[in-house]
T-cell receptor
């Protein structure tokens, strides 16, 4: 069975500082990994994904994530946080051998303070 | 590009009343479609998914049901709502079995 863990309920960072939102996963095969962002009362917006290739993936709004197979992690990063980055972030995993299902982490609330 | 519409955006219903939430998609054909529920602004629970017209798989036993009468239409229904059905309902699609894209959501409050 596949699973995702986002160990932090909330991450606080000052504007202009780098941010990291952590994600670890468990799948039996090679994973497809995703990050989504959700603003209040909105649907989830796709940020970036890792399917294959370079371990460092760049996505929307200056975000990037690094796939680390040995640590089974896919942490989301941004070099300089903006107040407007404050939102709920979800990591998700799919095992392509197990069909269509995405498994989501519980979400991490990012608060960027001016 | 593909677009997902959800209707209504917000709904307040009494306990025991019926429910019908609609999801329609544009700009794609033969999508896989999904219904999720999000409670208390946190984790997502997959409720139903559909790989084609009339094909519905249920992930969680409950008093909800889903139907796919057309390729680009996915409906979530209930005959009698419970208080616990309150939440934010999200429709999603994927075409390449990789990235799922989400609609704007419907907020349901059962009183």
């Amino acid at each position: 069975a596949q699973s995702v863990a986002q160990p932090e309920d909330q991450v606080n960072v000052a504007e202009g500082n780098p941010l990291t939102v952590k994600c670890t996963y468990s799948v039996s095969g090679n994973p497809y990994l995703f990050w989504y962002v959700q603003y209040p009362n909105r649907g989830l917006q796709f940020l970036l994904k890792y399917i294959t290739g370079d371990n460092l993936v760049k996505g929307s709004y200056g975000f990037e994530a690094e796939f680390n197979k040995s640590q089974t992690s896919f942490h989301l990063k941004k070099p300089s946080a903006l107040v407007s980055d404050s939102a709920l972030y979800f990591c998700a995993v799919r095992d392509p051998r197990q069909g269509n299902m995405l498994t989501f982490g519980g979400g991490t609330r990012l608060m960027v303070k001016p | 590009s593909q677009t997902i519409h959800q209707w209504p955006a917000t709904l307040v219903q009494p306990v025991g009343s019926p429910l019908s939430l609609e999801c329609t998609v544009e700009g794609t054909s033969n999508p896989n479609l999904y219904w999720y529920r999000q409670a208390a602004g946190r984790g997502l629970q997959l409720l139903f998914y559909s790989v084609g017209i009339g094909q519905i798989s249920s992930e969680v036993p409950q008093n909800l049901s889903a139907s796919r009468p057309q390729d680009r239409q996915f409906i979530l229904s209930s005959k009698k709502l419970l208080l616990s059905d309150s939440g934010f309902y999200l429709c999603a699609l994927d075409r390449d079995k990789k990235t799922q894209y989400f609609g704007p959501g419907t907020r349901l409050l059962v009183l």
